[in-house]
């Protein structure tokens, strides 16, 4: 990549990192990558709600292939939105391959999609549904990755991220004095009981991979000394390598409350947030893309593991091949959504040539 081009793209990030936005709330991030698309390249934008995409588009081409960024950032310790997660660079990467295709016949159309609301995962599953609107057949896309080193691609056959979602728990009980909790339901016990259960619920027999339940929130009552209480709420966050063993996990945990707070006089009510799918690469399409990655020099590294995190790219797998990877960060990066967190433009130059690599896959 040239000199000057590349400073083009590190101003570009170091706008973006100025101006983190919540998810689904990106609205002067979306003007600024436009704006930059805008006076650097010929592509045709596209509005849509909340999001945009740019299209290289040749006459008579038949082949359709997409490349995706997300543009949301996270909050920090104190409150405050920050791009802990490194979206400002990846919106920087793809507005990058935007300016390698400037000019260039393709013999196909590419689509490149700046999708918001990855950290809630309502944004892959809206944007992922323009893949059967234009019958994109091919979509990639990457993250990098702190702890690996410095510029190297990682690949992970089969499961790259992990299904998630979070459950919410609601108990109604009865609330009585505290001098005589027999008159009343509190709703602690069943939650006392239920929280000992997770251990087992995720060591399940027909477990395929690993599974998690994650503990956010525990709430029954409130200071009171002269109440038993009758309302509570459990959190958690359920995490496993397989979508089906999130749906097993889930449906363990939620036949044991019905029928613990049926049995005890309760009324249960649960719902869902920030769900995602299992990100999953098909393994012979991982093998073929590494090995065009190495033939141009890129070095790859496979991942012994699925990444415990989720991604919402899984969506877009789910509805047309293609692959995730990752691209180091460094070793001695801070991690992802912690405070010492920022972006090295470093990564910018590997991800753009993986991406151009791919492009003619």
């Known amino acids: 990549m040239e000199y000057h081009t590349y400073k083009r793209l590190r101003d570009l990030r170091s706008m973006l990192h100025q101006c ?6 990106e609205g002067q991030t979306v003007e600024l990558l436009k704006d930059f698309i805008r006076n650097h390249t010929s592509l045709t934008i596209i509005e849509r709600e909340g999001w945009f995409y740019a299209v290289h588009e040749e006459e008579g081409a038949k082949e359709c292939i997409g490349f995706r960024a997300d543009m949301d950032a ?21 507005a990058g391959l935007c300016l390698l295709t400037e000019g260039k016949s393709l013999g196909k159309n590419v689509y490149f999609i700046f999708q918001p609301a990855e950290e809630t995962g309502k944004g892959g599953e809206m944007c992922s549904r323009l893949l059967a609107e234009k019958g994109i057949d091919r979509i990639y896309a990457f993250h990098n ?17 992990c299904a998630s979602k979070g459950l919410i ?15 009343g339901v509190n709703p602690a016990w069943l939650i006392g009981e239920l929280i000992c259960r997770i251990p087992e619920f995720t060591r399940h027999q027909e477990m395929k991979g690993m599974v998690l339940a994650t503990i956010v929130e525990v709430r029954v009552g409130e200071e009171n000394f002269g109440i038993s209480p009758g309302d509570g709420k459990l959190a958690l966050t359920l995490r496993a390598e397989w979508l089906s063993d999130l749906e097993r996990l889930q ?10 707070a049926v049995g005890q ?7 869902f947030q920030d769900e995602f799918p299992d990100t999953v690469n098909d393994p012979g399409i991982v093998e073929e893309c590494r090995n065009m990655l190495e033939e141009k020099g890129i070095c790859c590294v496979e991942a012994e593991v699925p990444f415990r995190w989720s991604e919402d ?31 090295p433009d470093q990564v ?11 492009l003619y896959r």
Not at 77 to 92: N, P, Q, R, V, Y
Not at 169 to 182: D, I, N, T, V, W
Not at 265 to 271: A, F, R, S, T
């Open 348 to 358: 910018m130059e590997t991800a753009i040539a993986a991406f151009n690599v791919l």
């Open 20 to 25: 983190p936005e919540k998810s689904g709330k």
């Open 265 to 271: 006089g309760m009324e249960l009510q649960y719902d």
């Open 74 to 94: 996270v909050t920090g310790e104190d409150g405050m939105l920050f791009h802990g997660c490194g979206h400002d660079g990846h919106s920087a990467v793809l």
């Open 145 to 161: 990755l702190p702890g690996f080193p410095l510029g190297r691609v990682v690949l992970k056959k089969g499961t790259f991220a």
């Open 251 to 260: 449906e363990c945990i939620l036949s044991f409350a019905e029928e613990k």
């Open 313 to 343: 790219f899984g969506w877009y797998l789910k509805r047309a091949g293609g692959m995730f990877f990752g691209v180091g960060a460094g070793e001695d990066c801070p991690g992802l959504h912690t405070a010492g967190y920022e972006f």
């Open 169 to 183: 728990l609601r108990f109604k009980g009865r609330q009585s004095h505290a001098a005589y909790p027999e008159q």
